[in-house]
């Protein structure tokens, strides 16, 4: 019978990850580090590739130690997670549902549905976790059967899961108060590209959008401020350093305290849709089907 993974070397592997050391980890866990080095080496024999490499400052996951540290983490969160949900008797177990969603979802929507959903009496016993990440990572991590539910944009690769549409958005251009674009009513992308602009991190699906829309305008797309989320950027455009380009939903309620103006983008593409999607329907866990069916009639779906 082929060994397999085992809850404890799973557990040192994160350890040595969150520590960077060997050493570290060893005297966290009260084990010896030649012991978990043993683990580690059995992990990378059953990996087949290493899984650390070494760094100035000790060691670090590999591209495969990153996929197996993500693998076990959920492992050993889902194991804290039963054992809590089982404590306290079949009489008072708690339902629980994970949803991975992008950025976009999480800043416009899903956060006001997770509350409306757990204020009901009817949902007293369910928690719901939401982790960020993006539509890709949304897609695959559903289909790896890691998270029940995910939110994402339509437009993805939703091959292999079922999905229904949930809600939309409008991206538009923010700019400072005073700014000579803060006129307009309305404005197409490539009216922009001769003023420079807030940007987001590689991979985030505006960031690819726009970057897409600009070569088709035989334009350059010039970033001055690069930031990590959305707020970040309406921050650096209300200082007056740039522009930026935002979920209307996201930069309307900025727009009375921030200096900034939201001005609606005239490009078809500007407007976004939303997906849910899960593997099988019909077989989702009853608190998952239940915050599925609240999540689609909150969005008018």
Not at 41 to 52: M, V
Not at 117 to 125: G, I, M, Q, T, V
Not at 244 to 257: G, L, Q, S
Request: proline share 4%; net charge neutral; aromatic share 4%.
């Amino acid at each position: 019978m082929p060994r397999k993974f085992d809850l404890t070397s799973l557990q040192l592997f994160v350890a040595v990850c969150e520590c960077k050391s060997i050493a570290q980890a060893a005297e966290v866990e009260n084990i010896t580090a030649s012991a978990i080095s043993k683990r580690v080496s059995q992990l990378e024999e059953l990996a087949g590739t290493p899984l650390l490499t070494r760094t100035r400052s000790g060691v670090a996951p590999t591209r495969a130690g990153h996929t197996l540290l993500e693998h076990a983490r959920n492992v050993l969160h889902n194991l804290d997670q039963i054992e809590r949900d089982l404590a306290s008797g079949a009489d008072q177990l708690r339902g629980y549902v994970r949803v991975f969603a992008n950025a976009s979802a999480i800043g416009e929507f899903l956060p006001a549905s997770v509350v409306s959903f757990l204020a009901s009496p009817k949902h007293r016993d369910i928690d719901i976790q939401i982790e960020e990440m993006t539509s890709h990572d949304v897609i695959a991590g559903v289909k790896d059967g890691l998270a029940s539910l995910g939110v994402c944009w339509a437009e993805s690769d939703l091959t292999g899961l079922e999905w229904m549409p949930c809600g939309k958005d409008h991206l538009s251009l923010v700019v400072p108060a005073k700014h000579p674009l803060a006129a307009k009513q309305r404005i197409a992308f490539a009216e922009t590209l001769h003023h420079e602009h807030v940007g987001l991190r590689t991979g985030s699906a505006v960031t690819a959008l726009l970057r897409r829309e600009s070569v088709r305008a035989g334009q350059v797309l010039r970033y001055r401020v690069l930031v990590s989320t959305f707020d970040a950027a309406i921050r650096v455009v209300g200082a007056g350093l740039a522009v930026a380009v935002v979920p209307a939903e996201i930069a309307a309620p900025y727009a009375t305290v921030a200096g900034i103006k939201v001005v609606p983008l005239s490009d078809d593409w500007a407007e976004r849709r939303f997906a849910v999607c899960c593997r099988n329907r019909r077989a989702l866990p009853k608190p998952a089907a239940q915050f599925l069916s609240h999540l689609l009639a909150a969005s008018g779906n």
